[in-house]
């Protein structure tokens, strides 16, 4: 799994599954429990996680909807 970017706004991290899965890349969100766990307002950010070998198609997806992807 790789991650391509880190957000505590569920709304853009909603959209940006709903985009991904269109193109069927499979998507993961990590750190969702944690978050909800430390009981902090976002205090926590979610990461948004695809296979190594659906990045680059991922990271092209988003970029053409304007959003910028994390480099890790």
Same mark, same amino acid.
């Not at 505590?8 to 991290?13: E, F």
């Not at 950010?45 to 992807?69: F, I, K, S």
């Given at each position: 799994?790789?991650?391509?970017?880190?957000?505590?706004?569920?709304?853009?991290?909603?959209?940006l599954e709903a985009l991904l899965k269109a193109e069927s890349i499979e $998507?993961?969100?990590? #750190?969702? +429990?944690?978050?909800?766990?430390?009981?902090? =307002?976002?205090?926590?950010?979610?990461?948004?996680? $695809?296979?190594?070998? #659906?990045? +680059?198609?991922?990271?092209?997806?988003?970029? =053409?909807?304007?959003?910028?992807?994390?480099?890790?």
């Open positions: 799994m790789r991650e391509l970017l880190r957000t505590n706004d569920l709304v853009r991290l909603s959209y $998507v993961m969100i990590l #750190d969702g +429990h944690t978050s909800v766990l430390e009981g902090s =307002a976002g205090a926590i950010p979610r990461r948004l996680m $695809v296979d190594e070998d #659906d990045y +680059h198609a991922a990271r092209q997806t988003l970029e =053409a909807v304007g959003e910028r992807v994390d480099e890790r």
